[in-house]
């Protein structure tokens, strides 16, 4: 049975701008997933709905975005659920990673 987890990601940035940022950075999850992942992604309104890939486990994620908040969603399979609280404060820790602003330069 997977196991959920949910972060909360607060900001001051309004649903447009931090769908925005998201969009640009989601490429960027693959760097922080080790194992060699793979991330297909795509927006359905202001989710993103995401199916990791990485060391043989598939998680599938969505991520929310409000206007002063980013919920993740994360489902992980089989026995990552074991590591659900050490990869629920990495998502706390790095997920802000997401809203960061990179188009000026």
Known sequence: MPQPIEVDLPHNLGKDEAR???ANNVHKL???IPG???????WAGDQ???DVQAMGQE???????EDSKVRLKV???GILGMFSGVIQSA???KGGVLLEDHSKG
């Open 48 to 50: 993103l709905n995401l």
């Open 59 to 65: 998680v599938a994620a969505t991520i929310d975005v």
């Open 91 to 93: 998502l706390q820790k």
């Open 30 to 32: 693959e760097e922080h």
């Open 36 to 42: 060699g992942a793979q991330v297909q992604s795509g």
């Open 75 to 77: 489902l992980l399979p």
């Open 20 to 22: 925005r940022r998201i």
